[in-house]
C-alpha cells in the first residue's frame, strides 16, 4: 500500500496514470449509470405510499452520499498534506472541492423537487436540509478562498487548513436526524443493524452510487491533469524568461 | 504563563488606547440589536420570540468584523514575528490573542446581554440560559474564526472574502445558541443545546491553535 502512495506521490508520473485511467473510469461509469437508470426508471417498483416520485431518490441518495464523502476524503487528504507533506494530497483536496459543491447542489435541488409531492413545501429549515446547506457554503467559501491566491501552492495548503476548520460539520450532518426528530427522514441504508431498504430498490441505489462514485473519479482525474500542466506550464515560462534574462 | 499573561496584557492595551477597533466592534453590537425591533416593528409578542436569535446575531457579527483585524495589524508591521523570534511558540500566541479578543469582544457582549435583552422584550428570567449560551458559544465564536483571521494574513486581503468563510463555519455555534432560547421559551427546556454548545468549545479550543498557526506561516513562506 505504500508502495502504490511513494509511486504515485511524483506528479508527473501521476499525470501519467491519470491520463492511462480516465477511459478506464468513464467507461466503468457509463456502464453503471446505464443499468442503474434502467433498473431505476423501468424495473423497480414505485413506492406504495410516494408512488412513482420515489425514482428521485436514485439520484438524490447518491448524490448526498458524494456530497459528505468528497468532504471526508477532502478532510483525510488535508490531514496528509498538512502532517506528511504529501506533494498530491493538497491538489487532489483542492479538485474535489468543485465536485462536491456540484453533488451538494443537485442534492439541494433533487430533494427540493422530491420534497414538493412529498412534505408539500420546497424547503424547510430541517437539520438535515440546514445542515447540508452550510456544508454547500463551506464548499463555496473553500473553492473562493483557494482561488484568491496567486500561487496556486499556497492556495492549496490554505485549502486545506480550511478543510480542517469545517470538518466538524459532517458529523452533524450524517447524524442530524438521529439526533433531532425533524422531517427528514432517518438513515435507512447506511445504519447500524443493516439496511431496511427492499433489495429491488437497493440494487438500483448502488448501481447509482457507483456510477456516480466513477462519475467523481473520472472528473478528478481531469481536474488534477488541469492543474498539474498549469503549474508545469508556470514553471516552464519561469525558467524560459530567467534564461532570457541571463543573457 | 508569565509570557502569557503579558501577551494579553499587551493586546488589551491596544484595544483601551484605541488602536484596535475592539470598542466599534461592541457599539456595533448595540447598533445591530437596535435594528431588529426597528426593522420588524415594535409589536412585543413577535420581539419576545426574535429576542434571543436577535441577540446571537448581533454577538456574532460583531465578533465577525472585529476577527478580520485578530492577527492583521501584527502581522503587518511585523510584531508577531518579533514575538516568535522572542522564543514563544506561535501556538501559545494564538491562544492569548483569541483570548485577549474574547475579553474584549466576547466578555462586554455576555456581560450586556441581560441589560440589552430586556430592552428587546425577552423575559428577564431568562438571562441565565441567555448569559450562559452566550459564555459558552462567544469563546467558540472567537476559535473558529481565528483560523480564517490567520489565512486572510496570507493572502493580505480581507473584508468580504472573510466574512464569506467565517461565517458558514460558525452557523451551527448560532444555531445552537439562539436555539437554546428559543427552546428554553417554547418550555422544551434549552440545556441539550448548552451541553453541545459545551462540547465545541474544548474541541476548537484543540484543534484551532494548530491550524491557525499553520495559517500564519503559510503567510511567512
Not at chain 1, 409531492?117 to 430541517?126: A, F, L, S
Not at chain 2, 438571562?127 to 481565528?146: C, E, H, K, Q, R
Request: with cysteine; proline share 4%; aromatic share 12%.
Amino acid at each position: 500500500m505504500t508502495n502504490i502512495f511513494n509511486f504515485l506521490a511524483n506528479p508527473s508520473r501521476f499525470r501519467l496514470f491519470s491520463q492511462k485511467a480516465y477511459p478506464y473510469t468513464l467507461l466503468i461509469m457509463s456502464i453503471f449509470i446505464s443499468t442503474g437508470l434502467w433498473f431505476s426508471l423501468f424495473n423497480s417498483p414505485p413506492d406504495y405510499q410516494q408512488g412513482e416520485t420515489v425514482r428521485i431518490m436514485y439520484v438524490h441518495v447518491p448524490a448526498a452520499w458524494m456530497a459528505m464523502m468528497i468532504y471526508f476524503f477532502m478532510t483525510i487528504m488535508s490531514i496528509f498534506a498538512l502532517v506528511w507533506r504529501h506533494p498530491l494530497a493538497d491538489i487532489l483536496s483542492k479538485c474535489s472541492a468543485p465536485i462536491g459543491a456540484g453533488f451538494t447542489l443537485v442534492a439541494l435541488v433533487t430533494g427540493s423537487i422530491w420534497g414538493k409531492p412529498t412534505w408539500g413545501t420546497w424547503w424547510v429549515w430541517d437539520a438535515r436540509l440546514t445542515s447540508v446547506f452550510i456544508l454547500f457554503l463551506i464548499y463555496m467559501g473553500h473553492i473562493t478562498l483557494v482561488r484568491a491566491f496567486e500561487d496556486e501552492y499556497k492556495g492549496a495548503r490554505a485549502g486545506a487548513i480550511l478543510t480542517l476548520i469545517g470538518a466538524f460539520n459532517l458529523p452533524i450532518i450524517k447524524f442530524s436526524v438521529d439526533w433531532w426528530n425533524t422531517l427528514h427522514q432517518p438513515a435507512s441504508v447506511l445504519k447500524l443493524g443493516g439496511p431496511s431498504i427492499h433489495i429491488e430498490m437497493m440494487v438500483p441505489l448502488i448501481l447509482m452510487a457507483l456510477g456516480f462514485l466513477f462519475f467523481y473519479f473520472s472528473i478528478l482525474l481531469i481536474n488534477l491533469q488541469t492543474e498539474l500542466n498549469i503549474r508545469k506550464l508556470k514553471k516552464l515560462f519561469i525558467k524560459k524568461f530567467s534564461e532570457k534574462k541571463s543573457f | 504563563m508569565k509570557k502569557f499573561n503579558r501577551l494579553i496584557i499587551r493586546d488589551i492595551h491596544i484595544v483601551v488606547k484605541g488602536a484596535s477597533d475592539a470598542g466599534a466592534a461592541l457599539l456595533f453590537y448595540l447598533l445591530a440589536i437596535i435594528m431588529f425591533p426597528l426593522s420588524s416593528g415594535t409589536d412585543a409578542t413577535l420581539l419576545t420570540s426574535i429576542a434571543g436569535g436577535a441577540i446571537w446575531v448581533a454577538a456574532l457579527f460583531s465578533s465577525l468584523l472585529s476577527l478580520d483585524r485578530l492577527f492583521r495589524s501584527d502581522f503587518e508591521d511585523g510584531s508577531l514575528e518579533q514575538i516568535v523570534l522572542s522564543g514563544i511558540s506561535l501556538e501559545t500566541i494564538v491562544l492569548s490573542k483569541c483570548f485577549a479578543h474574547w475579553l474584549t469582544n466576547g466578555l462586554p457582549i455576555v456581560i450586556l446581554s441581560p441589560i440589552l435583552s430586556l430592552i428587546i422584550g425577552l423575559d428577564f428570567s431568562y438571562w441565565w440560559i441567555l448569559g450562559l449560551s452566550l459564555l459558552l458559544g462567544t469563546p467558540s465564536l472567537t476559535l473558529i474564526g481565528a483560523t480564517p483571521a490567520a489565512l486572510s494574513c496570507a493572502i493580505g486581503k480581507g473584508g468580504v472574502l472573510t466574512a464569506l468563510i467565517i461565517l458558514p463555519l460558525m452557523l451551527p455555534v448560532l444555531i445552537l445558541g439562539s436555539g437554546a432560547i428559543t427552546a428554553e421559551i417554547s418550555g422544551l427546556g434549552g440545556i441539550g443545546h448548552i451541553y453541545a454548545l459545551a462540547a465545541i468549545l474544548p474541541l476548537s479550543l484543540l484543534a484551532v491553535p494548530f491550524l491557525a498557526s499553520k495559517a500564519l506561516r503559510l503567510g511567512w513562506e
